[in-house]
């Protein structure tokens, strides 16, 4: 058994990769989360509109995006879905970083899915007068949501979307079954090329250890000041 | 919190170092009464599952069991990814690997290799609306290939400048090439002519690049050190090639019936040496 050695993974090629790797990762959860937040926002209140119909969409698009796992989700946008398209769409997609477009379409979609039942726990928290109240002063639904139900809400809201943040971080990771050059990837190619499976895998580890780590000492911050 | 995370640290580690002791493998392996071959399962002919029958056969496949016939015990046939085919062989979990396992200077650091049992090269499939004729043509273009085998870095050797993009499964780089994901799909020769062969009439929008990126010895691998296996190996590999039943394998799933249609064979199983 050869010697465990981190030394030769902190110079040269093998350092450059997964420190691109650890860089792309980071990006993916960023753009992700920027994408996932709204659009839980928008599925949430749908959840909970005044409108049968429109709760049912809500609800259809949670139990769709949670009740298929993530690596479904990934391959489908990548093999899948972008067949469906036009010719001339397609090949302007695929001449690009289709990789990382499809991984962050379905990141997005299925973190949006728990950021919106997070979400609908903090607007359920809100005493429902205070909607009754808005709407006696006149205001419509979206501006009662938008100027005093929602910012409370988000603000109930934060310690669980962390958790979710963190959830989503180390989802990235299955990004690497569609060739999407993240932490994960570029571990395994430095695996491939050294052998060294365990330094490899320690480096990764530690990586996604201390970025969730730090989420999760915010989330607990957070809790705290809410509280 | 700080204690915790050593104990994670320590029990981590101490997985990863654990290896299975055993005096002399053959004997375990007669002892036990069978074979374990680890094999990819999706690289035709090697190794792959039959359409009808849903069993893993092809030439690998029938090479183990004529090994463990000879060793008069019963061959497990098991699968394994591309990437995990050395670390499996080196925790144990497999007695050798038959697993379309190219033989290389850099593996010889870590396990052992019996008599080469095949000689290939790697090749290109591109799309014919690419333009792409010549493996040069490949620079700065996107690539599609396997994970985890020598496909990546033997053509990262020969295109520099190459814009490489792997997956779990050959089959998932050829689909991507197919999908347009990539101007050019990189495999071993055989698999590569194989799975051309199944596109029928849209063969025409297709084609094989006449160079090879490398050329590639397979062997099977044997932990390191474990010199009555290999010799036990080698020899039944010897006997084969003498009885002419090495070559009726060869021909049962390369030659002209096969996909890959074959008329000769260039090649004897009868050393254990690559060029550096």
């Known amino acids: 058994m050869l010697q465990f050695d981190l030394n030769f993974l902190l110079s040269g090629d093998y350092r450059d990769w997964l420190v691109s790797g650890l860089l792309l990762s980071l990006q993916l959860m960023a753009i992700t989360l920027l994408l996932a937040l709204p659009l839980a926002c928008g599925v949430a209140v749908l959840r909970l509109a005044p409108s049968r119909l429109l709760n049912a969409v809500g609800a259809a698009y949670v139990e769709l995006m949670r ?20 010719d001339a769409w397609k090949e302007r997609l695929y001449a690009g970083n289709i990789e990382a477009v499809s991984a962050i379409t379905a990141l997005t979609l299925y973190t949006a899915a728990y950021m919106a039942e997070d979400l609908r726990s903090g607007l359920r928290a809100i005493p429902v007068q205070q909607f009754e109240a808005g709407r006696a002063l006149g205001f419509s639904f979206l501006a009662t949501m938008r100027l005093c139900i929602l910012p409370q809400a988000l603000r109930l809201a934060a310690p669980p979307l962390l958790s979710q943040t963190l959830n989503l971080w180390q989802n990235t990771s299955i990004a690497t079954v569609i060739g999407v050059a993240e932490l994960m990837y570029q571990t395994q190619r430095v695996e491939a090329a050294s ?19 730090l989420l999760a000492g915010v989330a607990a911050l957070l809790q705290k000041k809410v509280a | 919190m700080q204690t915790r995370l050593h104990f994670a640290a320590l029990l ?10 055993q005096a002399d493998q053959l004997a375990t392996i007669k002892a036990k009464g069978e074979l374990v071959c680890g094999t990819l399962g999706t690289d035709e002919p090697n190794s792959f599952i039959d359409a009808k029958s849903r069993q893993l056969v092809g030439y690998e496949v029938d090479l183990c069991r004529a090994i463990a016939k000879s060793l008069g015990v019963k061959p497990v046939i098991k699968q394994l990814a591309v990437a995990a085919r050395i670390p499996e062989l080196q925790q144990g979990r497999i007695d050798i690997l038959t697993a379309s396992l190219t033989h290389n200077k850099e593996r010889e650091a870590l396990i052992d290799f019996s008599l080469s049992t095949f000689y290939t090269g790697q090749r290109v499939l591109v799309k ?28 990262r050797k020969a295109v520099p400048g190459v814009d490489v993009v792997t997956f779990e499964t050959a089959g998932q780089a050829y689909l991507g090439l197919q999908q347009g994901k990539g101007v050019g799909y990189v495999d071993d020769e055989v698999s590569l002519l194989n799975n051309y062969a199944k596109l029928g009439a849209a063969q025409k929008d297709y084609l094989v690049l006449p160079q090879n990126i490398s050329q590639e010895v397979f062997a099977f691998g044997i932990r390191k050190g474990e010199a009555g296996l290999k010799t036990a190996v080698d020899k039944v590999l010897r006997g084969l090639e003498k009885s002419g039943e090495a070559e009726q394998l060869f021909f049962k799933w390369y030659g002209p019936t096969s996909n890959v249609k074959f008329q000769k064979r260039s090649f004897k199983i009868d050393s254990d040496k690559i060029d550096a």
């Open chain 1, 67 to 86: 009740n298929v796992p993530l690596l479904a989700h990934l391959l489908f946008w990548y093999f899948g879905a972008p067949e469906l398209l036009p």
């Open chain 2, 128 to 155: 014919k609306s690419s333009n792409i004729t010549t493996i040069a043509g490949l620079a700065g273009k996107k690539v599609l290939t396997v994970k985890g085998g020598t496909q990546e870095p033997n053509l």
């Open chain 2, 12 to 21: 981590f580690t101490s997985i990863a170092f654990t290896q299975v002791a």
């Open chain 1, 195 to 213: 052998f060294r499976s365990v330094e490899a895998f320690v480096f990764a580890s530690a990586a996604y250890l201390a970025v969730s780590l």
